[in-house]
């Protein structure tokens, strides 16, 4: 039973590059949320998907970064032309529901970013 | 607006003691979710412990606890009998009910980092 698949685990990237990172929630879970942690802080809410829908956005930079949830496939975060204040541990977490504050999200390992 | 305070940057503790890591919350709404999660030097967040707003007993888990006081807002989560391996940062976070203007995130602490000495 797998848990939520997140890759890769590390990216580097120059400046100007784009980065996309990769989440597969855990089975039977189609809710997947992104969070971001930047260092010696803790995490900040991005961005919340449904299959083929963004429910709830308002944690994500107005430019850039982008996230979709298909169908088909995993979820993606891109980040357009990246800039060092880019670098940070991206997290995404899986829940089986979305109706209830006990509904427990289970975290993917993360994928650290680094913008030389 | 919903906020999680953990005023603790650094704890010590000593192998096979006890210690409390501090969580204090605001939030308006009546329903809502708390949430301990660790993450250890690998970087990975491990769930631990969860309590509901309406949850009249505090909730535990193994060598963890949580010391819900509702009329203070805090949701301090204690660790029996530390082990060498709890070495890692904590982080409580929260969680409202879902309605029209919140989609259920989570909103974090900044995280309390624990060592344990052997």
């Known amino acids: 039973n797998a848990g939520v698949m997140q890759n890769p685990r590390h990216l580097v990237r120059r400046r100007g590059q784009e980065a996309r990172l990769r989440c597969s929630p855990m089975k039977g879970h189609s809710h997947v949320y992104w969070y971001r942690q930047l260092p010696e802080e803790g995490l900040k809410f991005m961005v919340y998907l449904q299959k083929e829908n963004i429910i709830d956005e308002s944690g994500m930079p107005k430019e850039r970064f982008s996230a979709e949830f298909p169908k088909e496939g995993p979820s993606i975060l891109r980040i357009q032309q990246v800039v060092r204040g880019d670098s940070a541990a991206y997290f995404c977490?899986?829940?089986?529901?979305?109706?209830?504050?006990?509904?427990?999200?289970?975290f993917g390992p993360g994928t650290r970013l680094t913008v030389l | 607006a919903q906020k999680i305070t953990q005023t603790q940057p650094g704890m010590f503790v000593q192998e096979k003691e006890a210690v409390t890591l501090d969580c204090t919350y605001d939030t308006s709404d009546p329903s809502y979710g708390l949430f301990w999660y660790k993450q250890p030097s690998s970087g990975e967040m491990i769930f631990l412990i969860y309590?509901?707003?309406?949850?009249?007993q505090n909730a535990t888990e193994g060598r963890y606890s949580l010391n819900f006081q509702k009329a203070r807002k805090s949701a301090n989560l204690v660790i029996s009998a530390s082990q060498l391996g709890d070495s890692a940062m904590y982080f409580c976070?929260?969680?409202?009910?879902?309605?029209?203007?919140?989609?259920?995130?989570?909103?974090f602490g900044q995280g309390t980092t624990l060592q344990v000495k052997p």
């Open positions: 977490a899986s829940s089986p529901e979305q109706g209830s504050p006990t509904d427990t999200q289970y």
């Open positions: 309590q509901g707003s309406y949850d009249q």
């Open positions: 976070a929260m969680r409202e009910a879902v309605a029209s203007s919140n989609t259920g995130k989570l909103i």
